[in-house]
């Protein structure tokens, strides 16, 4: 009996200690923590406003450094998209329907400068030879429905 009776004893002053440390701890300040508002009547704005030009610069030299490598050198920076591979097939099929696109547009190119030099040289002996035609006069107005606004274009000169 007496072991339990002092077991209990020991079991309650160890509570009744901690407890207390407890109370201690919350009801005094702690002296980890900062405090920002100790010496701001002792600071020197001088220094402060140098302190955040040098960050501003900072700032400025690191940004212009990413614009510069993002432009020139854009690999470093963003990822290897060969090793995606659904995106690294598409990437390819587009290329390959570009490409395909810019030869077709060859072609027509050359088809079409054919077409531009005859037409040329039509213009060319049509203009000395024949005089200049009249154009054709303008249709007659259509008959206005009664209710219906008509809105005319105006005629452009060229």
């Known amino acids: 009996m007496t072991h339990k009776l002092l ?52 700032r400025f030299d690191i940004l212009n450094q990413m614009k510069g490598l993002l432009q020139n050198d854009h690999q470093s920076l963003l990822p290897d998209y060969a090793r995606i591979q659904p995106l690294s097939e598409a990437l390819d099929d587009l290329y390959k329907e570009f490409n395909a696109l810019k030869s077709h547009l060859g072609d027509l190119t050359e088809k079409f ?38 809105v005319k274009k105006k005629a452009t000169t060229s």
């Open 113 to 150: 400068s054919a077409i531009e030099t005859f037409i040329d040289e039509l213009k060319a002996n049509r203009a000395p030879n024949s005089p200049a035609r009249d154009p054709a006069p303008a249709p007659a107005p259509a008959p206005r429905q009664p209710g219906r606004r008509v």
């Open 7 to 58: 077991l209990f004893l020991a079991v309650t002053l160890v509570t009744a200690v901690t407890v207390e440390a407890q109370r201690r701890r919350v009801s005094s300040p702690s002296r980890d923590e900062w405090n920002y508002r100790d010496g701001s009547d002792r600071v020197n704005m001088k220094s402060v406003a140098n302190l955040t030009q040098v960050l501003d610069d900072w």
